[in-house]
């Protein structure tokens, strides 16, 4: 059975979502509720109780948005650079129970895609959820994407160890060269990371789909304790910057990272070392770089000695649908995922 969670739900949604096997900070009722607020779509959190206990079993929140007499379904919807899509509760399921009540979801699920007659759906799954046969049996088209995370349990000599030793010489190099970071608590630092990104995508003739009002409004909900700003500075001037999502055992490099074309690669860097260096500081087991999906990216990340972890896209989408992507992605717009 599905039910729709209301804004009175919120404190069970979250309490689904943090004991989930594959929940985000993305996926807690705030960081949901912006993205409703700056996406120009509708929101429905949608929960799957198991039958035979009533007991929350997956979770999924939807974001429904009509444009142009197009009916499309997302979770995440664009412009919003995070995954979202399913999680799934442990209760403990031997895998024959496990994959029964994984069908039954993704069967309400589909059930409650098809009142809106949807011609586009297009699910971005978060890494951990490994299992998507019962939406490649429901005849969407898999697309498998991935990210990059790094081990930080052995501590910070031996992830050190492990870079590349031209990265170790660049990040050793920046310092030396003047170049220094520090967290700022600012809101005017988003603004510069944010300004990062036009400028540097700007050089490449895209646009970037993530608005500033977006990241504003999640500093103001998570600044504190969840999102955090790390600025590069040289000669007293902002250089780079990067935005980090802590959640649970994890650190995620974010947003940000792009150098503008006067700046040098060591500053670069430097930011994405001390970012690791936090994160270890903070008592996170992971770090997240995103970007691998990209191929003009990979060289630089792959550096870090990461692992590689897969997610999925999941599309399903009729003439008009496929029709309406096509002429999107012809933009060139730029989400960072």
Request: proline fraction near 4%; hydrophobic fraction near 35%.
């Amino acid at each position: 059975m599905i039910e729709i969670m209301g804004q009175t739900d919120a404190k069970r949604w979250n309490s689904i979502i943090d004991s989930s096997l594959n929940g985000t900070l993305y996926h807690r009722w705030e960081w949901l509720k912006v993205i409703e607020k700056n996406s120009n779509s509708k929101l429905y959190p949608l929960v799957f109780f198991d039958a035979e206990d009533n007991r929350p079993f997956g979770a999924i929140p939807i974001f429904y948005m009509k444009k142009l007499g197009m009916k499309m379904i997302f979770s995440p919807p664009p412009g919003s650079s995070v995954t979202l899509g399913p999680v799934i509760i442990n209760k403990g399921y031997k895998q024959h129970k496990f994959e029964l009540s994984y069908l039954d979801f993704q069967n309400d699920i589909e059930d409650f895609f098809r009142k809106f007659r949807a011609d586009y759906i297009n699910i971005i799954t978060s890494p951990g959820l490994q299992d998507i046969r019962p939406f490649s049996w429901a005849n969407y088209e898999v697309s498998p994407l991935y990210t990059y995370k790094i081990g930080l349990k052995q501590g910070e000599n031996s992830v050190w160890s492990n870079l590349s030793q031209s990265l170790k010489t660049n990040i050793k190099k920046a310092p030396q060269r003047g170049i220094s970071v520090i967290e700022s608590p600012d809101l005017k630092a988003v603004e510069y990371v944010h300004n990062l990104l036009v400028q540097r995508y700007a050089q490449q003739n895209r646009g970037v789909a993530m608005k500033l009002d977006y990241l504003k409004d999640l500093f103001n909900t998570f600044g504190k304790d969840n999102l955090k700003v790390y600025l590069a500075n040289y000669d007293s001037k902002v250089i780079g910057g990067q935005l980090c999502v802590i959640y649970k055992d994890t650190t995620v490099s974010w947003c940000g990272g792009n150098r503008a074309e006067s700046n040098n690669l060591e500053s670069n860097e430097l930011l994405m070392w001390h970012t690791i260096q936090k994160a270890i500081t903070n008592g996170s087991n992971w770090f997240e770089i995103e970007g691998a999906n990209t191929r003009h990216l990979c060289d630089a990340k792959s550096r870090y000695c990461p692992e590689l972890s897969i997610y999925f896209k999941l599309k399903k989408a009729n003439i008009f649908g496929n029709l309406a992507e096509k002429a999107y992605t012809s933009k060139k717009s730029f989400t960072v995922i």
